[in-house]
């Protein structure tokens, strides 16, 4: 009998597994912000060489200058690694502390730079997502986050969605999350206009988790003047009940980042749409 030659199966490759997409750490945020790291620099050096050709009193001050300058960088740098290269930030920890149950169905809010939306998806894989971009580049002049943009492109499946419309129905999702996203709406009325409308989409009892920097001793002292760029607390507190939606839960991320979780009211007797049950944050002490 002659012997059948012994065929091979092809070896199948595992196809690669994309790494989810994390916050921009230190170095990207040089290279979006890198003009204003370059004029630090420059004062740096600009007062240090100054500080050899003027006379005694005014020296002094040069070089008082050029070592504020350089604190100035070094501890905005030694902050931005800490807390997005080094803290709970990156691994989300602190939204599955806040939500326990998870997002359940969710939008993810982003304004030109969208990094939530990968790693909540990985976490939470069964949970509906729904990604939308508020970025308006006649709006959002600023050059960083057209930098960032171009770097981090929006995902295909990624909705486009205004301040006063968002792309959902109404009542229809259980959490929105507006991680770095709401205070590149630099207009009062755009940033209202937002929380009314998530207020909208969320059901009863829902939640809207914003992540954001926040103008306070904490941002000031390591960002200096960088820190007029985000709001303070009272203003997301304003814009929350406007929209009749109320703070539940507050946690700090990595000393410099506040998550705040904000409810919609819960449904009435009368209410006969309300459906599902929502995700649940940890309640602040009375």
Not at 85 to 105: K, Q
Not at 227 to 232: K, L, N, S, T, Y
Not at 246 to 261: D, K, M, N, P, S
Request: proline share 9%; glycine share 6%; charged share 20%.
């Amino acid at each position: 009998m002659r012997e059948e030659p012994v065929r091979e199966e092809p070896v199948r490759e595992e196809p690669a597994r994309e790494e989810p997409v994390r916050f921009s750490g230190v170095r990207e945020v040089v290279r979006y912000n890198w003009p204003l790291y370059a004029a630090g620099c420059l004062a740096v050096g600009a007062g240090l060489a100054l500080s050899h050709r003027l006379p005694r009193p005014a020296a002094a001050l040069a070089r008082a200058g050029a070592a504020a300058a350089a604190a100035l960088l070094t501890s905005s740098t030694a902050a931005t690694w800490w807390v997005y290269d080094r803290s709970e930030l990156r691994t989300f920890d602190w939204l599955a502390e806040l939500l326990p149950a998870g997002p359940g169905e969710h939008l993810v809010l982003s304004s030109g730079l969208d990094e939530a939306s990968q790693p909540v998806a990985a976490r939470w894989p069964q949970h509906p997502q729904t990604v939308v971009d508020l970025y308006d580049p006649a709006l959002m002049t600023e050059g960083s986050i057209r930098r960032a943009r171009h770097h981090v492109p929006p995902a295909p499946r990624t909705l486009p969605g205004r301040p006063d419309h968002l792309p959902a129905a109404t009542g229809t999702t259980d959490t929105v999350l507006a991680v770095f996203a709401a205070h590149e709406l630099r207009r009062t009325g755009d940033r209202h206009e937002l929380f009314a409308e998530c207020a909208r989409v969320l059901r009863p009892g829902g939640r809207l988790v914003l992540v954001e920097h926040l103008r306070d001793a904490a941002n000031t002292a390591v960002y200096g003047p960088g820190a007029q760029h985000f709001f303070p607390r009272r203003t997301w507190l304003r814009a929350a009940a406007g929209a009749n939606l109320h703070l539940v839960a507050q946690r700090r991320i990595g000393g410099l980042v506040t998550a705040f979780v904000f409810a919609a009211p819960p449904a009435t007797a009368t209410d006969t749409t309300a459906t599902a049950t929502t995700p649940t944050g940890k309640r602040l002490s009375p």
